[in-house]
């Protein structure tokens, strides 16, 4: 013990190395549990820049396991890829962990995501097109390739076919497209089992036993709350469980392990891909937001719906994570803002809302209702306590932590990695 979730209260993108970084160097072990490399990260060390998609943040910190989660699926290509750009940069990867359990994105997976958004047309889901739900969508229906599988050649291939079988007359009869070989799929993973074998284990059995002996573990999610496959706005989420429980089921700890939950949220909002967003903004404000907030995605390069701080949004994190901190990211954004106006509950249809509708139609037709609160113009980035901000900027805060329905326990007020101001410790008992 300690085992530590981390988990973005949004829509993703809210900064999660923010948390990440303030942990530090007390954490062995850093958990990927849910996703693949539709997630995106940008960390910086010193004056070089880290894209990740994949790999779990801890992959650059010396002296921590990183370990991709059995509730991961793979795309082993990009595995190995993110792996060389590390390794010629001198980032020492050799000790990731990879769970035998996790699931294989392989080239079927991708070009059923990029044709199946084709035919959704206008209904499409706004996906990053890297076959995360053809993977996760096989998973669930059983006919999915799990990394062990690549190490006995004779059940990949029986499974490879079982699995092309039906997709074969979906791409060729419904889709127009050519059918997939399925020598040629067994032949391109079976070429990866070497290099990844040493990486392979039984991750949940490590884990559990590394709690056992008091080290640290970081459960990191990907994608965030509001995308999650059951408790977002469904069906624009991602497939997989991006909430606090994701962290149990993808990665074979038990519930009773987890001490405390850390949700991510910035100081406005901001979605990628479709969806319903209440506070979405589409004039001046939201192109401020976008600009000032550099809000385009790591992954797609696609620009951000950016919108205001939906607390109805943070309290039903706060109620699905169990959350015990917030982290509270890019309050600088806000700098210059005569007034900042915050979601304190919803209109639907002239009925108000104070907590989150729990039918979609509700959550579609859901108006903002804002409180409106005065802003600050002063340059808020070498703040490093809450006493440092201008006094609207602490108000704001005040404001929010009552509104979210956790406390706050470090704000962001830059893009540097020191510029935060910590106020509780992120690593304690319940
Ligand atoms: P998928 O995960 O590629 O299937 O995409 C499903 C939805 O989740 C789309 O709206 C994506 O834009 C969104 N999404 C997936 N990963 C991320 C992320 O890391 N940040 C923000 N949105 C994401």
């Known amino acids: 013990m300690p085992a530590v979730v981390l988990v973005g209260a949004q829509w993703g993108d809210e900064g999660k190395g923010k948390a990440t970084d303030l942990l530090g160097s007390r954490v062995d072990y850093v958990v990927k549990f849910n996703g693949g490399n539709n997630a995106g990260h940008t960390v910086v060390i010193g004056d070089e820049k880290y894209a990740l998609h994949l790999l779990p943040s801890g992959i650059l910190s010396p002296g921590v396991v990183p370990v991709i989660g059995n509730g991961v699926v793979v795309d082993i290509d990009v ?3 993110e792996l060389d750009a590390l390794n010629s940069r001198g980032v020492d990867t050799s000790r990731l962990l990879v769970s035998s359990q996790a699931h294989v994105i392989a080239g079927y997976h991708r070009t059923l995501d990029k044709v199946t958004e084709r035919f959704l047309g206008k209904r499409r889901i706004g996906t990053t097109g890297r076959g995360i739900g053809p993977a996760y969508a096989d998973k669930i229906n059983r006919v999915g390739l799990r990394i062990a599988d690549l190490f006995d050649p004779k059940i990949l291939a029986e499974k490879v076919e079982g699995s092309l079988d039906q997709k074969n007359h979906l791409l060729v009869k419904v889709y127009n497209r050519r059918a997939v070989d399925v020598d040629e799929t067994v032949d391109e993973l079976l070429a990866h089992a070497e290099r990844l074998r040493p990486m392979v284990a039984n991750t949940p059995l490590v884990l559990n ?39 149990v089921t993808g990665s074979g700890i038990g519930p009773t ?46 620009a951000r719906r950016c919108g205001w701080y939906d607390s109805v949004i943070a309290r039903y994190s706060s109620r699905i994570n169990g959350l015990t901190d917030l982290v509270v990211t890019k309050l600088d954004v806000l700098t210059g803002m005569e007034k900042v106006p915050v979601c304190v509950a919803y209109d639907v249809d002239g009925t108000r809302y104070d907590e989150m509708p729990d039918d979609q139609t509700a959550f579609h037709h859901a108006k903002p209702i804002y409180e409106e609160l005065p802003g600050w113009w002063e340059d808020i980035s070498g703040a490093r306590t809450v006493e440092d901000l201008p006094k609207n900027a602490q108000s704001y805060l005040a404001r929010l932590e009552e509104l979210s329905g956790c ?11 020191d510029e935060i101001i910590p106020v509780h410790d992120l690593i304690h008992g319940r």
Do not use: C, W
């Open 407 to 417: 406390r706050i326990s470090a704000v962001g007020v830059g893009p540097r990695r």
């Open 209 to 247: 036993q590394a709690l056992d002996d008091h080290k640290t573990v970081l459960f990191e999610a990907g994608q965030a709350t509001m995308l999650d496959v059951d408790h977002g706005t469904y069906p624009f989420v991602t497939s997989s469980s991006a909430t606090a429980g994701g962290a």
């Open 79 to 81: 595995l190995f890829e």
């Open 257 to 302: 392990r987890v001490d405390s939950v850390i949700g991510v949220i910035k100081a406005y909002t901001t979605r990628v891909g479709e969806g319903p967003f209440p506070t979405e903004l589409f004039d001046a404000n939201g192109e401020y937001l976008l600009k000032t907030g550099g809000e385009y995605g790591v992954t797609t390069g696609r």
